[in-house]
């Protein structure tokens, strides 16, 4: 399988970021989910994650071969009714060095991004630390879809990756498992990216198809599900190698869910705007 299948779940998501207690009360996992098989476990997991619209999100990617690196970032998201997060990119690593100025912050609400990225430094007016985007602007002057770009953070969404999970024909309880202090109850297995594409809405599935490669429809995803006492996507891990046996995981670590949390920007006086000219070579 193209190791793009493997890092589709996240990678993107935070590079387009930064251009930028869900358990029962007594943290038991619940009778009724324990009797659930785990197709209908998956199912339910995939509702409840669709109903929340707010959470946390720890994502680490890994790739190995001739590509190996290491990419982590976390933050907070609201995918509904409309996007806005605070994130953070924190390392990243490529044929085992740390990439230096890659690192940084990133807040969106109402179309407007303020990121604080060492490598964007030389683009941003005034020296300012923080560099202020208007998306419709950006997208008027250069025709550079930043919303588009923006959307890619919905790949951290837990609702379309375990609803993509409902086709696996394979899926197992593995058992119960303590994730982040949370008592889980863990499923496995694979599915076809065919088969999980056909579980996706039109919409979803436009989305999903951007990311993975045209050859993918036969590929096949390895994942891994812990599901909370409500039914709570907790963990996700994705696994997959290509033919040359090149391949990585993707894993995804939620919390948070439903706590309210504010986007605010930083001080003005630390604000400066993106200078397109030298972001474009002039033009």
């Known amino acids: 399988m193209n190791r793009r299948l493997v890092v589709a779940a996240g990678s993107t998501a935070v590079g387009a970021a930064l251009v930028l207690s869900g358990c029962n009360g007594d943290g038991t996992t619940g009778t009724e989910n324990m009797r659930l098989s785990a197709n209908q476990a998956l199912l339910k997991s995939a509702q409840k994650a ?36 605070s994130a953070r990119l924190d390392d990243v690593q490529r044929g085992g060095r740390t990439l230096p100025g890659v690192s940084g912050q990133a807040l969106f609400k109402d179309n407007v991004l303020y990121a604080k990225v060492p490598k964007l430094a030389k683009f941003v ?21 930043v919303q588009g770009l923006l959307k890619q953070v ?26 982040d202090g949370v008592r ?74 439903g706590k309210s949390f504010g986007v605010n920007p930083p001080p003005a006086d630390q604000v400066g705007r993106l200078s397109l000219g030298s972001l474009l070579g002039g033009s």
């Open 50 to 85: 669709e109903a929340a619209d707010v959470f946390r999100a720890d994502l680490t990617v890994t790739t190995t071969g001739g590509e190996a690196g290491r990419l982590h970032a976390a933050g907070q998201f609201r995918v509904r009714p409309a996007l806005q997060f």
């Open 184 to 257: 889980t109850i863990h499923y496995t297995g694979t599915v076809t990216v065919r088969d999980a594409l056909n579980r996706l809405d039109a919409e979803a599935r436009q989305k999903v198809r951007g990311w993975l490669p045209p050859e993918a429809g036969e590929g096949r995803i390895r994942f891994d599900l812990w599901a909370d006492g409500q039914s709570l996507p907790r963990k996700i891990v994705w696994k997959g190698a290509d033919k040359q046996g090149d391949g990585g995981s993707v894993t995804v670590l939620y919390s948070d869910y």
């Open 154 to 179: 919905d790949r951290v969404d837990p609702a379309d990756q375990t609803k993509m999970f409902t086709g696996s024909k394979d899926a197992r309880k593995v058992g119960t498992e303590q994730v």
């Open 125 to 145: 007016s005034e020296g300012k630390p923080w560099l202020r985007l208007d998306v419709n602007e950006v997208a008027q002057r250069t025709g550079l879809d």
